[in-house]
């Protein structure tokens, strides 16, 4: 289901999440994807792995559009995947967890309920910032082997969200992903990219978007 392409007049206060499992944590190293070189490919990590400043220890990234400090870590909802086999692309057993090369896969978080300012604490130490929604790149056409890949990402706003990290620590698969504070409650993920993809938005909404101290600077 795409989001809708009607005008946004106004945003509603996205819903408080459950807390949710970790139930995979990924990282990967640099490598060829098509003719080119992509750190999207990551494996699953079974023991206890740091969360630094920059992101999760051994992983690595190719541009400065992934990784650093507003985008060490990054997190989609692993529901989705079923959504996106039935889509009928050319290859649904490419549409697996861990496929769009994120770090986080955890229960009872989506687009809907993450907003941009979002903090959670990641088992006992870790604290992590929702900094932006992810802006996905031509390359997922690539790696799904689907020219439509991307389009229909986009246009579903099924994008994932990146994190910088508060507070350094160890994640482990089955830690506890909780959120502790909120201070942009209508500002989920979702809103932010309705707000990009809408026909109309009112300059009261584009002011508030475009002035959120939070949200990643050149996102």
Not at 18 to 46: A, N, P, W
Request: net charge negative; glycine share 8%.
């Amino acid at each position: 289901m795409d989001i809708p392409k009607q005008d946004v007049a106004d945003l509603e206060n996205a819903p408080w999440p459950q807390q949710g499992t970790l139930l995979q944590v990924r990282t990967g190293s640099v490598g060829i994807l098509g003719e080119e070189k992509s750190g999207i490919s990551k494996l699953e990590r079974k023991g206890p792995v740091f969360v630094g400043k920059t992101g999760l220890d051994s992983d690595e990234h190719v541009y400065h559009d992934h990784g650093g400090i507003d985008r060490a870590v990054h997190q989609y909802d692993p529901d989705h995947y079923s959504a996106w086999r039935e889509q009928d692309p050319p290859h649904p057993e490419l549409f697996q967890m861990g496929a769009f090369g994120e770090n986080f896969c955890a229960t009872n978080m989506t687009e809907a309920n993450v907003c941009i300012g979002d903090i959670f604490r990641v088992g006992e130490d870790v604290l992590l910032q929702v900094s932006e929604p992810r802006n996905p790149c031509y390359k997922l056409n690539i790696r799904f082997e689907w020219p439509k890949a991307l389009n229909r990402i986009q246009r579903a706003g099924k994008v994932g969200w990146n994190y910088r990290v508060l507070q350094t620590g160890l994640v482990c698969q089955g830690d506890s992903i909780t959120l502790v504070e909120r201070p942009h409650p209508r500002w989920s993920v979702m809103n932010v990219q309705r707000v990009i993809q809408a026909k109309s938005v009112p300059l009261h909404l584009l002011n508030e978007c475009a002035n959120l101290e939070i949200l990643t600077a050149k996102f």
